[in-house]
């Protein structure tokens, strides 16, 4: 049954990082920018929607200039945004996403613990419209990738 991206619910995706830490100990990271460009070369071979690097630069400047210690993203897939935002918060900066799909949910967190950066990010699963009214506290950014909640 596919979900509200026309994803099918039990996909089943090997994070692309796999081949940057094949040769490094188990649990360790590799840099952020190998891990994005990784799943920006595999997403369109999958049929995946990410912002890419391009779209990305514009983030970029969002968290350079801005400067949010917290960010709230609806709709996180692979966390390749989650990562491209992540990887320029000052200390203490959080990002909490929502991600519907938990196999896209799972495969984010192993992105993103890829990518060195799990002590900012968190991953939630489940309908935005159920878990939203749920999450407490303020952000000072807010991202959405997907507005069929909406």
């Known amino acids: 049954m596919p979900n509200n991206?026309?994803?099918p619910r039990t996909l089943s995706w090997?994070?692309?990082t796999d081949r940057f830490t094949r040769e490094k100990t188990p649990g360790s990271s590799v840099n952020p920018e190998e891990v994005m460009k990784s799943i920006a070369?595999?997403?369109p071979r999958r049929g995946l929607p990410i912002i890419g690097p391009k779209r990305g630069l514009f983030l970029d400047e969002v968290?350079?200039?801005y400067?949010?210690?917290t960010i709230l993203e609806v709709g996180t897939l692979v966390g390749y945004s989650a990562i491209r935002m992540a990887r320029l918060l000052k200390k203490g900066g959080r990002i909490t996403c929502v991600e519907v799909n938990e196999?896209?949910?799972q495969v984010a967190r192993s992105n993103v613990e890829k990518a060195g950066l799990a002590d900012r990010v968190e991953v939630?699963?489940?309908d935005a419209k159920n878990i939203l009214p749920t999450i407490e506290g303020d952000f000072d950014r807010i991202s959405c990738d997907n507005f069929?909640?909406?």
């Open 5 to 7: 991206r026309g994803l």
């Open 14 to 16: 090997v994070a692309p």
């Open 41 to 43: 070369e595999a997403a």
């Open 63 to 65: 968290v350079k200039e």
């Open 67 to 69: 400067g949010p210690k």
């Open 103 to 105: 196999d896209m949910a």
């Open 124 to 126: 939630i699963v489940g």
């Open 148 to 150: 069929a909640w909406a």
